[in-house]
């Protein structure tokens, strides 16, 4: 039997490097799309060392109408993963334009080549910052979206998916999966891949470990007079390789039931930062130095994700814990040779 054939756009990326990881496993053909402004071609490499498969790979700008179309003229894919896009929070605020369009427009782009292939499937890497503010820390699918959500980025999610919803209401072939990540952390258990941006980074994980390697002198912990359980923000960490997973079981499901299926992707519990620079200090049996500053402009104070949906629907749920991600994460740190690190 032929195998489905997917096309993987970031997938060179950390999330969706990760995930071509998990597709090739399961056994199905992947192929790549990344202009590789925020990763490096040595994941193929990587990805080649763990799965013993090298994907086709092809360095295109999502905003390059033509060679997309190129693409996807030269393939039959049945199915996209569409990880691509600018994800640093404070510089959509910087440059909204750059975002609305990479991120909106390189996804019309897609979209236009896939309706003009008949490739009517995708999953779409969206984001919990759709839901914007909410009553209550605890977000569920139902929720209200798209309201005071607080970055142009945060907002490029939310206009991707209300895209999706219309293309699939324009056209009874096509199906989408839209999967809001909460706070991805980790890396594959191989330390072979894991998160290693390009640009300064903003998440506190890739932080943490610039400050591991002596790259960043301290951690800055923004704000701890919050009202939580120890003054820190609180977020729903979730294993990068849970999070794959999930994606693989998305696209099962996909097969059948609404052409449109929202899934929240989260471990379901929330970590305050004192928590996290505890469990990788615990890991990596070193103190990790931070100091308190003041709070970031439009961080909240907490939430995390209600994954009953996805473990109903999907029977999918995460089984990773901090203290994996934590571990898997040294390792990667340990083994990645692009960051000079006292690890080594
Ligand atoms: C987590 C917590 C910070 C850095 C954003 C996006 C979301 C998703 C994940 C892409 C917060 C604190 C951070 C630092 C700190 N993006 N922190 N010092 O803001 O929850 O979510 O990233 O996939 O869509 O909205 O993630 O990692 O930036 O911050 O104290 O140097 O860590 O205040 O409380 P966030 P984050």
Redesign the pocket.
């Known amino acids: 039997m032929e195998k489905r054939k997917i096309l993987v756009t970031g997938g060179t990326g950390y999330?969706g490097s990760h995930t071509v990881v998990e597709l090739i496993e399961a056994g199905y053909e992947v192929e790549i799309l990344d202009n590789l402004y925020n990763s490096k071609l040595e994941v193929l490499d990587n990805i080649e060392k763990i799965t013993d498969t090298r994907p086709k790979f092809y360095q295109v700008d999502l905003c390059n109408k033509d060679a997309v179309e190129k693409v996807f003229a030269e393939n039959k894919f049945q199915t996209v993963m569409h990880f691509a896009g600018l994800?640093a929070?404070a510089e959509s605020v910087r440059e909204p334009l750059k975002y609305y369009e990479n991120n909106v427009g390189g996804t019309l782009n897609l979209l236009d080549a896939m309706l003009k292939n008949n490739v009517n499937e995708i999953i779409f890497?969206s984001?919990?910052?759709v839901y914007g503010v909410q009553e209550t820390p605890k977000y569920i699918e139902t929720m209200t979206t798209g309201i005071h959500i607080?970055?142009p980025?945060?907002k490029t999610?939310h206009m991707i998916e209300e895209i999706l919803k219309d293309v699939v209401t324009s056209n009874p072939e096509f199906r989408a999966s839209i999967l809001r990540?909460?706070?991805?952390i980790g890396a594959h258990r191989s330390g072979l891949i894991g998160e290693n941006p390009n640009d300064i980074?903003?998440?506190?994980?890739?932080?943490?470990m610039k400050v591991a390697t002596g790259e960043i002198p301290e951690?800055?912990?923004?704000?701890n007079d919050y009202d939580t359980l120890d003054g820190?923000?609180?977020?729903d960490y979730i294993h990068v390789v849970d999070l794959a997973k999930g994606h693989l079981k998305a696209m099962e499901k996909l097969e059948s039931g609404e052409r449109v299926q929202v899934y929240n992707l989260g471990a379901g519990n929330g970590v305050s930062?004192l928590e996290?620079v505890k469990a990788f200090s615990k890991a990596s049996k070193k103190a990790l130095p931070y100091k308190v500053?003041g709070?970031?402009d439009?961080?909240?104070a907490e939430?995390y994700a209600d994954p009953s949906r996805a473990e109903q629907d999907l029977g999918w749920k995460a089984e990773l814990t901090i203290e994996d991600a934590m571990a898997d994460t040294l390792r990667y740190l340990e083994s990645d040779d692009s960051t000079t690190n006292q690890y080594a």
């Not at 980074?201 to 943490?208: A, D, E, G, Q, S």
């Not at 951690?219 to 704000?223: C, I, K, T, W």
């Not at 820190?232 to 977020?235: G, I, L, S």
Request: hydrophobic share 40%; charged share 15%; glycine share 8%.
């Open positions: 999330i994800k929070v890497s984001s919990a910052t607080s970055s980025y945060g999610k990540y909460f706070n991805p980074p903003n998440n506190l994980m890739p932080i943490i951690l800055s912990v923004y704000g820190t923000c609180v977020r930062v996290i500053v709070r970031r439009g961080d909240l939430f």
